[in-house]
C-alpha cells in the first residue's frame, strides 16, 4: 500500500529501494525528475513492475485509516453479543412508481406534498412501529441522477423492497435498484404497486422481474410479491407481514448497549442548529452527551431528534435519528462510531479531515484548478486542447452534493471536461463568488439560495449563479452548456457526381471537361473533388460550370455540361467530378 502523490524519497524505502533507484529508472525511460518531486501513478506502478513489486495506491490518509480504526477500537465494537434488532428496508424502484406514496401510507403522514418536481429530493429514514414488532425505513430518490445515494443506501439495508408499477412495467431504474439490491447480498420483496388502476397488468410485471432473475414464489421462484395500491391503502399490512417474515428468517441482531457505531444517512447545514448529520445507529447505543466521530467531523452530542421530531436522550440500533452538536458536516455514507473520549475523537477526526484535504488538493493538482474562461471555450478546441466548463456546486445536504456532481461529470464530453472547483454544503458564500470570478466558473445552487450581500457582490463581479430545485433541470441546463461548446461536427453531403466523357482545349479557358451529370446537381462555387478508380486525385472549389457556350450555376443530372479546368488539366476520360458541401450535424 502506497499513497498518491509521493516523491521518489518517500516511495523510494516503502519498496526497499532508494529515491535514487527510482529516480534513475524514470531517466533511463526517458523520464527526468527530481528526487523530491511528485511522482504520477503510472511512473510509481512502472517503478514497481520493474522490480517485481505488487503495490496498491491509496489516497493520502488512507494508509493512517487503519490506525484511527485502531485508537476508535471499531473492530472490538463487533465482538460483543447481539440481540434481535430491528429490520432497516430500504424502498426502491423507478421514479414516479410511488415509492414516497408508499412510504407515506405506512406511517400515515403526508410527505409527498412537499416534494419539488415530484421527486425525493433527499433521502429520509422513519421508524415504523407494529404490534408484531418496529421497522426502519429508508426512502431513497427515484430519479437516475441518485444512483450513488440509492448504492449507499443498499449497502445500509437489511432488506430493499422494489416498488414497481402495475402499469408501467420494469423499467431501467428498476433494473438499476436491482443491480443495487443484488451487490448489497441483501433479500428483495417486490411490491407491485397501482393495482388500483384499469391498466394494472401484474403478470407483465412479474414477466419483466423473471427476466431479470426475479421469480415470484407463485411462479416457483423465491421472491416474494405483494399486490398492493399504495393510493388505497389496499394490502399493505400484508406488504409488512411479508417484510417481518424475511427479516425474521434472516436473523437480524446487533449489540444493544455500549458504544454505537453506524453510518450517515443525510448531512446539511440548518439555521439555528449548524451542522445536522441523520445517522442510522447500527449497534450499541448512542446518548446525548457522548463524543461522536464521523468521518473528519467530530462533536460531542449536543441532541438526538428523532424522526417524528422529538428530542430523546438514548437512540438503539436501526433507528434513526438526527445529531447536533457537530464541529462540521460529514459526508453522506462516512461511518460514525462514539469514541472513548473527546481527546481521540478530535485527534481522530483531526487527522481525517487533514488527510481529506491533502487528497482534495492532489486532485485538484493533477485535474488543473486553473481552467479557462468561457470565452478560452471555443480557442482551446481549437488548437486541440480539451475546453473546460468551470463549476462550484452548492446544496442543501451532502447527498443531494454529491448526487449532483456525479450526474454533472457524467455529461463530460472529450472535447469538454467539467471541472468542480469546489463543493460544499449551504448557500453560496462570497468566497465562492471570489473563486468563481478568478476562474471563469458558474456556481450552481441546488435548493439554496445566495443572500442578498452575496448576490450583490455576484452581480459586481459578473458571477453568475443559477438557483435550482429541480435536479432535471440542473442537467439539462449543463448538458445544453456542455453541447454549446462543442466545435461544430460537420458530415460531408455528396450533392452531385458527373462522369468525364472528353477533354478539350480552348485558348481563352485552357482545359475544360465535357461531363455528363449522373446524379444530383453539379453547382459552381461547391467544394470538388476528382476521383480517378476511386482514388481522390484533386480536390478544391468549382468556379467554372458552363452550357454549351454560356456560363450558369447549376446542372442537374442528365445534362451535359463543361467543367472548367484551369486549376487541375489532368483529367481523363472516365475520371468522376464529385461536389459536395459539409452539413452541420445538431449535437447530442
Request: charged share 25%; aromatic share 4%; glycine share 10%.
Amino acid at each position: 500500500m502506497i499513497e498518491r502523490n509521493g516523491s521518489a524519497q518517500e516511495v523510494g524505502p516503502k519498496l526497499d529501494r532508494t529515491g535514487a533507484d527510482i529516480v534513475r529508472f524514470l531517466l533511463q525511460s526517458g523520464e527526468m525528475v527530481m528526487a523530491t518531486q511528485t511522482l504520477t501513478d503510472e511512473q510509481v506502478l512502472g517503478f514497481a513492475e520493474s522490480i517485481g513489486a505488487d503495490v496498491r495506491l491509496v489516497d493520502p490518509g488512507e494508509e493512517r485509516e487503519e490506525e484511527m480504526r485502531d485508537m476508535l477500537d471499531v473492530d472490538d465494537l463487533d465482538e460483543r453479543d447481539g440481540v434481535t434488532r430491528p429490520p432497516v428496508i430500504t424502498i426502491m424502484g423507478h421514479v414516479d412508481h410511488g415509492k414516497t406514496k408508499l412510504l407515506d401510507t405506512i406511517r400515515n403522514a403526508n410527505v409527498v406534498a412537499g416534494e419539488a418536481g415530484g421527486i425525493t429530493q433527499h433521502i429520509g429514514a422513519y421508524m415504523v412501529e407494529r404490534d408484531s414488532g418496529a421497522l426502519t425505513f429508508i426512502d431513497t430518490p427515484g430519479h437516475a441522477a441518485f444512483t450513488a445515494i440509492r448504492a449507499r443506501g443498499a449497502e445500509a439495508t437489511d432488506i430493499v423492497v422494489l416498488v414497481v408499477a402495475a402499469d408501467d412495467g420494469v423499467m431501467p431504474q428498476t433494473i438499476e435498484a436491482i443491480n443495487h439490491a443484488k451487490a448489497a447480498d441483501v433479500p428483495i420483496i417486490v411490491a407491485i404497486n397501482k393495482m388500483d388502476r384499469e391498466a394494472a397488468n401484474p403478470d407483465r410485471v412479474m414477466n419483466g422481474l423473471s427476466e431479470q432473475g426475479l421469480v415470484p414464489e407463485e411462479w416457483g421462484g423465491d421472491t416474494v410479491m405483494v399486490k398492493i395500491s399504495a393510493l388505497q391503502n389496499d394490502n399493505i399490512d400484508a406488504l409488512l407481514d411479508a417484510i417481518q417474515l424475511v427479516a425474521e428468517v434472516e436473523e437480524l441482531t446487533a449489540p444493544a448497549t455500549g458504544r454505537a457505531a453506524g453510518v450517515v444517512l443525510e448531512s446539511n447545514i440548518e439555521v439555528g442548529k449548524g451542522p445536522v448529520a441523520t445517522i442510522l445507529v447500527q449497534q450499541g447505543q448512542v446518548e446525548v452527551g457522548q463524543p461522536l466521530v464521523a468521518g473528519g467531523t467530530w462533536g460531542r452530542v449536543r441532541a438526538l431528534i428523532n424522526d417524528r421530531g422529538e428530542r430523546i436522550k438514548i437512540a438503539g440500533p436501526s433507528m434513526p435519528v438526527q445529531v447536533l452538536g457537530l464541529s462540521d458536516v460529514p459526508r453522506a455514507g462516512d461511518e460514525f462510531v462514539i469514541a472513548q473520549d473527546e481527546k481521540t475523537a478530535g485527534k481522530v477526526a483531526d487527522t481525517r479531515a487533514h488527510y481529506r484535504r491533502v487528497a482534495s488538493i492532489a486532485r485538484e493538482g493533477a485535474g488543473g484548478a486553473s481552467g479557462a474562461k468561457l470565452e478560452d471555450l471555443f480557442s482551446d478546441v481549437q488548437i486541440g486542447e480539451a475546453a473546460k466548463l468551470e463549476l462550484i456546486i452548492r446544496a442543501d445536504t451532502h447527498g443531494s452534493l454529491e448526487a449532483l456532481a456525479d450526474s454533472l461529470a457524467g455529461l463530460e464530453r472529450p472535447e469538454v471536461k467539467i471541472n468542480f472547483l469546489h463543493k460544499a454544503v449551504g448557500p453560496p458564500a462570497e468566497s465562492d463568488v471570489t473563486l468563481a470570478q478568478a476562474a471563469g466558473a458558474t456556481i450552481i445552487a441546488f435548493n439554496t439560495r445566495p443572500d442578498r450581500g452575496v448576490r450583490a457582490i455576484a452581480d459586481q463581479e459578473g458571477v453568475e449563479i443559477r438557483t435550482y430545485e429541480i435536479i432535471y433541470k440542473v442537467i439539462e441546463d449543463i448538458e445544453a452548456a456542455v453541447i454549446g461548446m462543442l466545435e461544430p461536427e460537420f458530415k460531408e453531403v455528396v450533392t452531385g457526381e458527373a462522369e468525364v466523357r472528353e477533354v478539350f482545349k480552348t485558348k481563352s479557358a485552357g482545359n475544360v471537361a465535357g461531363c455528363l451529370v449522373q446524379s444530383g446537381v453539379i453547382t459552381r462555387n461547391d467544394k470538388v473533388r476528382f476521383l480517378r478508380n476511386g482514388t481522390v486525385i484533386w480536390h478544391g472549389t468549382l468556379t467554372s460550370l458552363k452550357r454549351f457556350t454560356d456560363d450558369v450555376t447549376e446542372v442537374r443530372a442528365g445534362f451535359e455540361c463543361g467543367v472548367g479546368l484551369s486549376d487541375f488539366q489532368e483529367l481523363i476520360p472516365g475520371d468522376i467530378i464529385e461536389t459536395y458541401e459539409d452539413v452541420e450535424v445538431p449535437r447530442t
